[in-house]
Every structure is written in C-alpha cells, then in structure tokens.
C-alpha cells in the first residue's frame, strides 16, 4: 500500500512540476506514449482479474501518464 501511494504521489509531482513551470524539457514523447500503452495494458489485466485496488491503482496512472502527455505536447515547444 505505500508503494502505491509513492508510484501515485510521483506522478502528481511531475504533473505539478509540468503545471508550475510550462516547460516539457527533456521529457521523452516516446516514453510516453510507451507508458500509456503499458497502463492501458495492465488495466485491462486488473479489470479481466477483477482486482479492485489494482484497477485504482492503474486507472488512476493511466490517467495521470495522459495528463502528463498532453501537458507535454502543450508545452513541447518551451524547452528547459
């Protein structure tokens, strides 16, 4: 349970980082778009296993890798 609450409170970070300063830096598109896959995979497993916490746990990093995405593209041209 506290590593949960680590993984979710490290993407909170980087999303309030990305908010406060504009600026994608060196953030990888790639990554990215790799991590969203890899989410939406282990989704879809905790749903077919119907895991309750693990479907928390991975709808809430799916939706927080998006947000992160789509910050990233907004603010791709402001390099750090």
Same mark, same amino acid.
Do not use: C, E, H, P
């Given at each position: /349970? @506290?590593g949960? &609450? +680590?993984?979710?409170?490290?993407f +909170?970070?980087?999303?309030s !980082? +990305?908010?406060r300063k504009?600026? &994608? =830096?060196?953030? %990888?598109?790639? $990554?990215?778009?790799l991590?969203? $896959?890899a989410? $939406?995979?282990?989704? =879809?497993y905790a749903?077919?296993?119907v895991d309750r /916490?693990f !479907?928390i746990v991975?709808g @809430?990093?799916l &939706?927080?890798?998006l947000?992160?995405?789509i910050l990233q +593209?907004?603010?791709? %041209?402001?390099?750090a």
């Amino acid at each position: /349970m @506290f590593g949960t &609450a +680590l993984v979710m409170a490290a993407f +909170l970070l980087q999303i309030s !980082i +990305l908010v406060r300063k504009r600026r &994608a =830096g060196a953030l %990888s598109m790639r $990554a990215a778009v790799l991590n969203i $896959a890899a989410s $939406a995979s282990l989704l =879809g497993y905790a749903v077919l296993r119907v895991d309750r /916490m693990f !479907i928390i746990v991975m709808g @809430f990093q799916l &939706a927080a890798t998006l947000v992160i995405l789509i910050l990233q +593209l907004r603010y791709r %041209s402001s390099v750090a």
